[in-house]
Structures are given as C-alpha cells and as structure tokens.
C-alpha cells in the first residue's frame, strides 16, 4: 500500500529537549514536505526536498532541521523545541507531477 | 507571489443539497491545482487535480472542479452533498519549479440533517 508514515504519532515533551520525528515514504516520490497545520492558520511548509541532499526552506523554517540521505525518508529535527512550536505536523511526499500523498500528523506538544 | 485564496471560512450546507467551494490563485506561469480534504483528527486526501486539458475534472467521492484561467479560479462541486462530507476542504497551487505546495486557508464544510 502506498503511505507515508510518520513516528511518533503523538508526543509530549519539555522546552530544550532534542527531538526527532520521522517520515517515510514507499511511493520512491523526488518530492518531500512538513507541514505544521495550526488553528486560524492553515497549513505552513516548513522545510521541502525536492530529492535526495536537496532541502530548502519553507515558509516557517525557525527552529527546525531536515535531512534527506535517502530518497525515502525525511525527519524533521528540532534542536531545542520551545512551546510555540507546539502544533499537529504532517509529512508528505509527491511525484514531480503528482497530487501529493499525506502522513496521518505528529501531534507534538512542548511544554 | 503565488497564492491561494478560499473566501470561505464556514460553509453550511443541507444534506443532498449542492455544494460549491470556491478557490482563486495568484500563478504567474499555468498552474497545477489541486484540492484536499481532511476529515477531524486525519490527514489531508487528495480528492483531484489540475495539470492541463479538460478544464472539468473528476475526483473521488464524487467531486469535480472547474478551471477557469480567466477568473483565476478552481471551485470545487459536488451535486449532492451526504452527511460524511462534513470536513475542512485546502485548495493548493504547485510551484513546479521548486515542487512547493502553497495551500489556501481551508473551508470547512458543515452538513445539516
């Protein structure tokens, strides 16, 4: 089955504490995203790659990092999370023409 | 700047009446257009898209969407809308350049019994 998976689904943490969630696709997509989707502002791309050692900035790149070793998977970082940077992320990845295919969300609080 | 604009916050339809979305793009070159849907505490489905051609085109769920490059416009339609069609509904252009998907603010869509 085409997905795309994202771990963990929910997480809670503290203020400074590293973190990792990753994504992964198993469509061989070029194209990958996160999102951060939150109340009264939609959805916000935060980092994309358009192929393997390919990443630029979103819209709303402060306070995160990528990677993309392998074409297949993309993990957002965040060095030291700070609680505005709680929100539910999403993850995608498309084909260069492609309509986009979305994880399930990484609901992620800081406290 | 690309841009996408749904004017539509809420939206509050019958069950099995029409449904109409609206949709406008701000897009230099010919746009690719699409339109999501998310259902509460799910992710974002791809219900169609754009690329070029048939300016009407088909989706799941019985939805279709109409470009209109003259109006800048790809509003989303369905004949009869059922119950389980209650969701928030992106509108979003592709930069083909750069592979980046620029979503509209979303219309959340109501349905009465």
């Known amino acids: 089955e085409a997905q795309v998976t994202q771990n963990p689904r929910y997480l809670i943490t503290v203020t400074g504490k590293k973190l990792t969630v990753t994504c992964s696709q198993n469509m061989n997509h070029e194209y990958m995203s996160w999102y951060r989707q939150d109340p009264g502002l939609g959805l916000r791309q935060i980092y994309y790659s358009m192929n393997v050692e390919v990443t630029d900035k979103g819209d709303v790149p402060e306070g995160y990092k990528v990677s993309r070793k392998e074409k297949r998977n993309f993990p957002l970082i965040l060095e030291s999370p700070s609680p505005n940077q709680t929100s539910l992320y999403f993850c995608a990845s498309r084909a260069r023409a492609g309509g986009g295919v979305f994880g399930p969300g990484t609901r992620l609080t800081v406290l | ?113």
């Open chain 2, 1 to 113: 700047a690309q841009s996408v604009t749904q004017p539509d916050i809420h939206i509050t339809v019958s069950e099995g009446a029409s449904l109409e979305l609206r949709c406008n793009y701000s897009y230099g070159a010919t746009p690719y257009l699409f339109w999501y849907v998310q259902s509460p505490g799910q992710g974002l489905q791809l219900l169609l898209k754009y690329f070029s051609g048939d300016t009407l085109v088909q989706g799941i769920k019985g939805f279709e969407a109409e470009f209109k490059r003259s109006q800048s416009s790809f509003n989303l339609r369905k004949p009869s809308v059922h119950w389980s069609d209650a969701a928030e509904y992106f509108c979003a252009v592709d930069n083909y350049n750069t592979g980046k998907l620029i979503f509209g603010q979303g219309t959340t869509l109501q349905v009465k019994p």
